[in-house]
């Protein structure tokens, strides 16, 4: 059974940090393509962000470019996201998802998600 068990989101001042971690299991880490999505209360789910099953691709909406970093560690089967700057607009859950092939930003495209983190960006 392929799980993904996302986690780090929490409250946070604007202009702050955090880096959210997707541990993932029950799949060939190594051979899947993982993106990192949110939604908005009363919003559709939104891509944030993906990489390619070999770390050396990735894409960024454009309204994280510059602050939102996505990285991969297959060693220990978890990807990560760092966002710095964050804006009261980045309030959302989190979620990770996994798919087999290349790196997309539509999330109709993965077939594997995790039950997401809320990250909540208030003074």
């Known amino acids: 059974e392929v799980q993904l068990q996302a986690s780090g989101g929490g409250l946070v001042q604007p202009g702050g940090s955090l880096r959210l971690s997707c541990a993932a299991s029950?799949?060939?880490?190594?051979?899947?393509?993982f993106g990192w999505f949110r939604q908005a209360p009363g919003k559709e789910r939104e891509a944030v962000s993906c990489i390619s099953s070999r770390g050396d691709t990735s894409y960024y909406a454009d309204f994280v470019k510059g602050r939102f970093i996505i990285s991969r560690d297959d060693a220990k089967n978890t990807l990560y996201l760092q966002m710095d700057s964050l804006k009261p607009e980045d309030t959302a859950v989190y979620y990770c998802?996994?798919?087999?092939?290349?790196?997309?930003?539509?999330?109709?495209?993965?077939?594997?998600w995790g039950q997401g983190t809320q990250v909540t960006v208030s003074s």
């Open positions: 998802a996994a798919r087999w092939g290349l790196p997309l930003m539509d999330p109709e495209s993965y077939d594997y």
């Open positions: 029950g799949l060939d880490f190594d051979d899947h393509a």
